[in-house]
């Protein structure tokens, strides 16, 4: 179904542990493009086990985009001291620049008591850089990884 612009209907709701095998599937659907950029496939996202995702959801907080069923989106997140820290976002290919990062980013940033929030991505992960500073993410550490790259963290002020 697609709302009256044309874009697709998306329902956002709690991750759940028995979303691990669809949130497996999408996240290494997600990341092969990261790999490509990074020039390793050698990344959790990519390496994890159903078990090893099943423990992580039990641990986490987190939010899941679906159209007509279709798990296309998902984010995960742990709250520590008022600080709520955004982990592993992945978006299907296929629906990537259709506004879902964001309303999973508006989602975690509204199911939380947290005052302010935290993420990080690679360096060379320009869009990924774009799309957190157009939600208002700035960027306060690079960290150097040893190959020519840095883990940037961004953090938003949400209270």
Not at 7 to 17: A, D, L, N, T
Not at 126 to 149: H, K, S
Request: glycine share 10%; proline share 4%.
């Amino acid at each position: 179904m697609t709302d009256a612009d044309g874009h697709p209907q998306v329902e956002i709701s709690p991750i759940r542990v028995e979303d691990a095998g669809e949130v497996m599937t999408l996240q290494r659907a997600a990341f092969v493009s990261e790999a490509q950029i990074y020039g390793t496939a050698d990344m959790p996202p990519l390496t994890q086990t159903l078990d090893e995702v099943r423990a992580e959801l039990a641990d986490c907080i987190g939010w899941v985009a679906r159209v007509d069923g279709r798990l296309v989106g998902a984010l995960r997140a742990q709250q520590s001291d008022g600080l709520l820290l955004i982990g592993r976002i992945a978006i299907a290919p296929d629906m990537q620049g259709e506004g879902i990062g964001r309303m999973l980013l508006e989602a975690a940033e509204n199911g939380t008591r947290a005052t302010e929030a935290e993420l990080f991505t690679g360096s060379l992960s320009e869009a990924n850089i774009r799309l957190y500073e157009r939600c208002g993410y700035r960027q306060t550490e690079r960290v150097p990884q040893g190959d020519g790259t840095e883990q940037v963290f961004m953090r938003k002020r949400l209270r």
